[in-house]
C-alpha cells in the first residue's frame, strides 16, 4: 500500500538583499581663519588719605533770666488754669471721633457659611474665632436629644481673608462619631481648637497638621464628663506666669474641671475641679426631698477680665453663681469620683432667671459687671456687688441663646434669639430697646464677636448656616467717654 519515494530539490536565489554599490566623493568647506591677541587686566594703585580731627563742640545755654520768667508763668497762670478747668467741664465734644475714612452706616451679612455634605438636620452648636481673627470655626452637632446620639458630626473652619471662600464647603472639616457641642480656639495658638462633645470628652486639635489633627483627649470615662459638655474656656496657668494655658470644661453632670495638655502623650490630664451642689440653690429652688449633696448641671461659665480666680456660671435651674477657685466649699458626695478633690466653688448667689441659663459673660471693660440670657426669653445686667439685676430686657423674640458683649464698645451687646434675630443693643441709647435688629430666618444658637476684627460679628443657626455680619461704624467704635458711662451704671446700681 505504502513504499518509498525521493523527490528532486528545487533551488532558487533570495531576491530580498542586494549588494550595495558605494561610491566616493569629495566636499569642501570654507577656511577657517584664527587670530592671537594678547590682552592686559587692569593695574590697581593704592593711596592713603587723611582726615582732620574733628573736635568736639561744646554748647552752652544761653543765659536765662529766672526773675522774668517767673514773673510771665504767675502773670498767665491764672488765665491758662481758668480756661483748663472750663475745657474739662465741657461737653461740646462729647460723641466727637476724627474719621478720614467713609463710614459705614449699616450692618450687613457679607458671608453666609454651611458645609454641604452634612446632614441639614444638624444644628451649629458653637462659634470661635482664632488669635489672629481671620479663622472662624463651627460646631455641628444638636441639643436635642432623645436617647444616646446617633449624629455624625463635624468640626469645621474658614478662613475669611482668602479671596476665593467656598461658601458650602469649609477649609478644614474633622468628621466625629458623635454631635460637638462647643469649641474655643486658643488664645494665642492660631491652629489649636478644643472641643467637648455630647459624650463628655474635651478634645484639643491642631489645624495646620494635615494628617492626624487630634492632639490631646480627655478620653471617656476616668476623670471626664458622664453628661453632655456645655462649655469650653481657656484660663492661664498660674504656674507658667501666663505662658501656657489650661482648659475649663462644664457639664450638666454639674463638674467644672481643669485640664492640663500633655501633647507628646496625647492626653489631657485633670488637675483640678469643683462641683456645684444642689445646697448652694436658694431653699425655693432646691427639689424636696433631695440631698444637699447632689449636683446640679452647669450650663455656661465665664472668667473675669481683671480677677482670672472669679467667674460666673449658669444652672440648669436658672439660677447664677459667682465663684472663685479659692474657694473650699462642701466637698462632693462619695458617690462622684474623681482623681482631685471636687468642692463648691460657689460665693454668692445672684437672683435667678425662671429657666435654664444658657449665657453668661462678664464686661471687659468693667470689673463688677456681667450680663446673661436664658429661656425665660429674658437678658438681664449684673453687678457682681449685689443680688437683682441692674436691667432686665425681654425682646419677645423666643429664648434667649447666646449674649456677648462688644469688645470695642463698652456699652453695646449682642443676642441671639429663638425667633431668628440678631439682636443688638447699646445701653447709650436705650436700655429697653434694641439699636439693631437683623433677621436670620432660622433660630440663632451661638454668637461671637470678633476680638481682632472690631468689624466683624459671627452668628451660628438651627439649620447649620453661619453668617458673618459687618458691623456699622457706630457699633464698632468706641466714643469718648463710654467707660465712664458705663462704671456710672454699675454705680448706680450700687446705690439702691
Not at 574733628?54 to 504767675?74: A, C, M, R, T
Not at 441639614?120 to 463651627?138: I, K, Y
Request: hydrophobic letters at 35%; a negative charge.
Amino acid at each position: 500500500m505504502f513504499s518509498d519515494e525521493t523527490l528532486e530539490c528545487v533551488e532558487f536565489k533570495t531576491s530580498w538583499k542586494k549588494e550595495r554599490s558605494v561610491t566616493d566623493s569629495y566636499a569642501q568647506t570654507r577656511e577657517i581663519l584664527t587670530d592671537e591677541l594678547g590682552i592686559q587686566s587692569r593695574e590697581t594703585v593704592d593711596t592713603e588719605i587723611q582726615t582732620e580731627e574733628e573736635q568736639d563742640k561744646e554748647l552752652h545755654l544761653l543765659n536765662d533770666n529766672p526773675e522774668s520768667l517767673g514773673s510771665f508763668l504767675n502773670s498767665v497762670y491764672p488765665i491758662m488754669s481758668k480756661e483748663l478747668e472750663k475745657n474739662s467741664r465741657s461737653h461740646a465734644f462729647d460723641g466727637y471721633d476724627v474719621s478720614w475714612e467713609e463710614k459705614a452706616v449699616a450692618v450687613d451679612c457679607i458671608h453666609t457659611l454651611s458645609h454641604s455634605a452634612l446632614n441639614e438636620e444638624l444644628q451649629v452648636t458653637g462659634l470661635s474665632w482664632n488669635s489672629t481673627g481671620s479663622v472662624l470655626a463651627a460646631a455641628f452637632g444638636k441639643f436635642d436629644h432623645e436617647d444616646w446620639c446617633t449624629h455624625k458630626s463635624a468640626l469645621c473652619s474658614w478662613n475669611l481673608d482668602r479671596r476665593n471662600i467656598n461658601s458650602t464647603k469649609p477649609d478644614i472639616s474633622v468628621d466625629l462619631p458623635s454631635c460637638l457641642m462647643c469649641i474655643a480656639f486658643h488664645p494665642k495658638q492660631p491652629s489649636w481648637i478644643a472641643g467637648g462633645t455630647f459624650t463628655g470628652e474635651v478634645m484639643l486639635w491642631d489645624t495646620s497638621k494635615e494628617d492626624e489633627m487630634l492632639i490631646a483627649s480627655s478620653g471617656i470615662g476616668g476623670d471626664a464628663h458622664r453628661e453632655p459638655v456645655s462649655k469650653l474656656r481657656w484660663i492661664p496657668d498660674p504656674e507658667s506666669r501666663g505662658k501656657k494655658f489650661n482648659i475649663v470644661s462644664i457639664s450638666s453632670d454639674g463638674k467644672i474641671l481643669v485640664w492640663q495638655i500633655f501633647p507628646h502623650q496625647q492626653a489631657l490630664r485633670l488637675i483640678d475641679g469643683f462641683v456645684l451642689l444642689t445646697e448652694s440653690l436658694p431653699r425655693n429652688f432646691r427639689p424636696k426631698g433631695q440631698r444637699g449633696d447632689q449636683e446640679v448641671g452647669v450650663t455656661c461659665i465665664s472668667f473675669s477680665y481683671e480677677d482670672p480666680m472669679t467667674f460666673v456660671i449658669g444652672s440648669e435651674s436658672g439660677c447664677i453663681f459667682k465663684c472663685s477657685t479659692n474657694a473650699k466649699g462642701t466637698p462632693a458626695g462619695r458617690h462622684i469620683t474623681s482623681s482631685v478633690p471636687l468642692n463648691s466653688p460657689v460665693t454668692f448667689a445672684f437672683n435667678p432667671h425662671h429657666g435654664p441659663v444658657y449665657d453668661v459673660q462678664c464686661s471687659p471693660f468693667h470689673r463688677n459687671l456681667f450680663m446673661s440670657c436664658g429661656s425665660d426669653t429674658s437678658a438681664r445686667l449684673y453687678s457682681m456687688l449685689q443680688g437683682h439685676p441692674i436691667t432686665i430686657m425681654e425682646p419677645s423674640a423666643g429664648y434667649l441663646f447666646s449674649s456677648k458683649w462688644s469688645p470695642v464698645r463698652p456699652m453695646v451687646f449682642a443676642v441671639a434669639t429663638e425667633d431668628g434675630y440678631l439682636l443688638i443693643y447699646d445701653l447709650k441709647h436705650s436700655h429697653v430697646t434694641p439699636v439693631q435688629k437683623l433677621e436670620a430666618k432660622e433660630p440663632l444658637y451661638a454668637l461671637e464677636f470678633n476680638v481682632h476684627k472690631r468689624h466683624l460679628l459671627a452668628t451660628g443657626g438651627g439649620r447649620g448656616t453661619i453668617q458673618v455680619w459687618h458691623l456699622s461704624d457706630d457699633l464698632a467704635s468706641q466714643g469718648s467717654r463710654e467707660v465712664e458711662m458705663l462704671a456710672e451704671i454699675a454705680e448706680t446700681s450700687d446705690d439702691q
